[in-house]
Each structure stands twice: as structure tokens, then as C-alpha cells.
């Protein structure tokens, strides 16, 4: 059993306020204790703030230039990968993340710092505006400056990429960061932390701190955070969103989504499901950019609903460590039964139970399981195809033509993602321009780190990723000065 019983406060490995305060890390897989990690209180909030805001104010990192804050950056990128296994495992064995997933997962790691950084030399830190009057006698000049200290909180199902996503261009903009994370990611969040120390981040730059929900909300409403970015659920997205409006800190929120897969008329079927395969049921069914309502033309249903309950039955549960394993157990008891009352509520709403249901896999009962699930027949006002369940369940949904199916996908709070699948591409195109969501993939195609990332409506606020998700970094200074004569 591992014990880490200090917490990474501005560069050093400090004992914490509590020292009492440490959390039992459990196996999703079999209850069974993996280790023992100390708790942030407020205090420790207090304590990483100070840091973060001395060295800003203070300290030389913002002040560096572009490219010796790239260097590290490159440091940390190639320690990560050289331990990319260790990461996998830390990942699968905490969360119940299929090891597949989490493997799978490290080359996408390598992808959104590349682009980070390619964002970052072809960024313009500043930059001389050209005069839109030429008679004008003056120059205009745009600076590009680090906002300050950012709250960076994260969620529990994507760990590394969800810390990657704002630790990344929050350091190339020479911001200084307290990274709050979840307790049930303690362990490895730990080892995201040794990395950065060997990195070579000056004092005070970075703390991580896994907290309880109190001590986060803390730390977002702490007077000396200048910005904060959030990844979670909407409701909790809500609450930050009050508290960075009351004291004006600038915000970005990635939150929730109920994405939508349409399946044209001429799709190969083959494709699309197997395609489906990864982008509904990936880490479990516990992320927020999965397409978990499947639209289907009436001329094709019952084929499309014949070939997913094949695919879904397919699906191996079981031991995230195994290498068979497709889908783990969900990460806590709580959350296992969750996606189960999700799943009598398909039931209670009247929608066609296909494959699955509220029973726990045969000889699993001991882990936090729950058995991949397929409705049919669901109306798209229920509860199953408009509230994000975050587990392995599925939606299928009927629509009578391509304006039909556009209106169903749009018809949700959220939108954050989607999919088309189409033998013609132009139409694939032309039907994703219609949607109103912020990411589109078309027949499987992998998502881009180097376009933008994030949500329309209740999915949230700003963009993540590449030369967009930099700029959520920065402030813009514009500096004019009278021609010499």
C-alpha cells in the first residue's frame, strides 16, 4: 500500500495543515485499499495561493521568455512519456479505467502539448498592428500577458488529460497555477506532481492539491486567484460561474454534454458501430464527450438497433487490468448506483430494454459494475436521452429525415460533441454545420488538439486547446506610441 502523506505546495513537498487528514484510496475494482494520500483543508489553500502569488508578483517565471517556458514544458512532456506505462496504470488501477483506455490515452497526451506548443511559437506574445488609417501617426502595439495566479480544478475521470488541457497553456503564458483535483485520483495526480518537480519549475509556480468539494470552493472564491478554469459537471459549473461573476475573476468552464450520433441513411453500419464501439463506451462510459444518443433513420432502425446489441453484448466488463477487458467498474459505489437508477428509469419511462439492465455482471458484485445497456424505442424527451448518466447506457433514437435528425441532436441543454456517419462526406459536412455543439467528428475521425475545445449552452464557457485554448491564458495590452518624425 502506497502512503504519501505530504502535499506539493509551491514546489515542495510540504506537510500538510491536517496531518491527521489522509484518505483511503479504494479499488473501484474490488474494494480493496491501494493507498493512503494527505488532504488539502484550507489552510493548505491559503498556504499554495501565497506561493503562487509571490512567485507571480514577484518571482521570475512570468517574466521568462516564450521559449525557456516551452523548455519546460518539453522537459515534463518527455519525463511523462518515458513513464507513460506507470501513468496508464496509476489511471486504470484508481479510477477502474479499462487498461486499454488508459495506454490508448498516452500518445493523446504527447498530441495536446505538441499543439500547445506549436500554438505557443506561432502565438504573437507581441505584435505591431498594422494601422487600419493609414494617415494615423501613432504605432499600436498588442501585448499578450499572463493573467496571474489561476484555481486550475479538474474531475476525476480523465485525470492527466483534463490537467494537461489548462496546466499546459497556463504555464506557457507564464501564469502561476494551484491545480485542485480530486481525492479519488490522489495517488496518481501524486505522480503528476513528481514529474513537475523534475521538470525544474521555479518556486511557487505549481501546487497540486487533491481536496473535498468544500476546500475547492474555497479555493476558487480565495481573493487572490485571478482566474479560474473548471471541468465538471454543469451544476457545479453554475455555482463557479456565480462566484467568478461576484469577484469579476475571469472564468472558463468545460462541463457537461448529452451528445448525439447521427447515423445518415447511406452509412456503412459496419463502420459506424464499430466506430461507436469506442466513442460511446470509452473509459466506461464515464466522460462527458460521448455520444450516447444514437439517431437513426425509421427506413433503418431496427437494423441499426439489431447491430448495436450485438456490438453491446460484445463488450467484456470485467478486471480493468486484464487485458480482455473493454469496460471497468464505474469509479465509486456511488456512482454505480447512479447509472443503475438511470437505468430503471429507462425502464419506468417506457423505453425498449435491447440488452443490459440494473443487474450487476455475473461475479463482479464485490466492484463498483454495471452492465452495458441499450435502449430502443426512446423518445428523446426522457429522462435517458436528455440528462448525462456517465456510465456505459445508450439511447436510441428514431428520427424521420436529415431536418428531423438535426432537430433531435439539437434538442438537449448541452452541446459539446457528435458525430455523423455518411458514405457521402460532403453531406457528413454539411449536416455537422447544422449542429449546434462545439466538437463534430465524421465517420470517426479523432478529435483535433489543435482547433478548439469546449460547448455550446450548459456545456460551458470558453475553448480548451491549442492557439484558442491559449488565449483563455492571456491578457490583451495595447500600448500606442506617437511616431518619431
Known amino acids: 500500500m502506497t502512503v504519501r502523506d505530504k502535499l506539493y505546495i509551491g514546489g515542495s513537498w510540504v506537510t500538510p495543515s491536517d496531518p491527521g487528514l489522509l484518505l483511503d484510496i479504494v479499488s473501484p475494482h474490488d474494494q480493496s485499499v491501494l493507498g493512503r494520500v494527505a488532504q488539502a483543508a484550507p489552510a493548505d489553500v491559503d498556504a499554495a495561493v501565497a506561493a503562487a502569488r509571490e512567485a507571480f508578483d514577484h518571482g521570475p517565471w512570468p517574466h521568462t521568455t516564450p521559449e525557456e517556458r516551452q523548455e519546460i514544458i518539453r522537459r515534463h512532456e518527455a519525463l511523462r512519456a518515458a513513464r507513460a506505462d506507470e501513468v496508464a496504470a496509476a489511471i486504470s488501477v484508481e479510477n477502474g479505467s479499462a487498461g486499454w483506455f488508459t495506454k490508448a490515452g498516452q500518445p493523446f497526451l504527447t498530441r495536446q502539448v505538441e499543439a500547445y506548443l506549436k500554438a505557443a511559437e506561432e502565438f504573437g506574445w507581441e505584435e505591431v498592428i498594422e494601422p ?12 499578450r500577458e499572463a493573467i496571474g495566479v489561476v484555481a486550475a480544478v479538474i474531475p476525476w475521470n480523465s485525470p492527466f488529460s483534463a490537467a494537461t488541457a489548462k496546466l499546459i497553456p497556463a504555464l506557457l503564458a507564464g501564469n502561476t497555477v494551484v491545480l485542485k483535483v480530486s481525492p479519488e485520483n490522489s495517488l496518481s495526480m501524486m505522480l503528476l506532481a513528481d514529474l513537475w518537480h523534475e521538470a525544474g519549475l521555479p518556486a511557487g509556480v505549481l501546487s497540486i492539491l487533491p481536496a473535498d ?5 474555497y479555493l476558487v472564491s480565495h481573493p487572490d486567484i485571478d482566474k479560474i478554469a473548471f471541468t465538471g459537471s454543469t451544476r457545479a459549473g453554475r455555482r463557479i460561474a456565480a462566484i467568478a461573476g461576484e469577484h469579476l475573476k475571469r472564468v472558463s ?5 448529452k451528445s448525439a450520433a447521427l447515423i445518415l441513411e447511406d452509412a456503412d453500419l459496419d463502420a459506424a458501430v464499430q ?24 427506413s433503418r432502425y431496427e437494423e441499426v438497433v439489431a447491430a448495436l446489441k450485438d456490438m453491446v453484448e460484445r463488450l467484456k466488463v470485467g478486471d480493468p487490468s486484464a487485458p480482455d477487458t473493454f469496460i471497468g467498474p464505474m469509479i465509486r459505489p456511488d456512482q454505480q448506483l447512479r447509472v443503475i437508477d438511470y437505468i430503471n428509469i429507462g425502464i419506468e419511462e417506457g423505453a425498449r430494454l435491447v440488452t443490459g439492465g440494473p443487474q450487476i455482471p455475473e461475479g463482479l458484485e464485490k466492484g ?8 430502443a424505442d426512446v423518445d428523446n424527451s426522457m429522462r435517458i436521452a436528455q440528462e448525462e448518466i456517465f456510465g456505459p447506457v445508450l439511447a436510441v433514437i428514431a428520427y424521420d429525415d436529415e431536418d428531423d435528425a438535426v432537430r433531435i441532436a439539437n434538442d438537449s441543454q448541452y452541446g459539446l460533441s457528435g458525430g455523423i456517419w455518411s458514405a457521402d462526406p460532403d453531406r457528413a459536412l454539411a449536416v455537422a454545420r447544422r449542429l449546434r455543439t462545439g466538437t463534430v467528428t465524421l465517420n470517426g475521425s479523432p478529435m483535433s488538439f489543435d482547433g478548439p475545445f469546449g460547448g455550446y449552452k450548459a456545456s460551458g464557457l470558453g475553448r480548451e ?6 488565449t483563455g491564458y492571456v491578457e490583451h495590452k495595447t500600448i500606442t506610441r506617437l511616431r518619431q518624425s
Open 253 to 257: 468552464l468545460e462541463l457537461g454534454g
Open 465 to 470: 486547446y491549442g492557439k484558442v485554448g491559449l
Open 368 to 375: 463498483n459494475y454495471v452492465t452495458p445497456t441499450l435502449f
Open 275 to 298: 466506430g461507436l464501439r469506442f466513442g460511446s463506451f470509452g473509459n466506461n462510459g464515464e466522460a462527458c464527450i460521448l455520444q450516447t444518443r444514437i439517431l437513426a433513420p425509421r
Open 132 to 143: 487600419s488609417d493609414p494617415s494615423v501617426a501613432f504605432d499600436t502595439i498588442v501585448r
Open 213 to 217: 468539494r468544500e476546500t475547492s470552493e
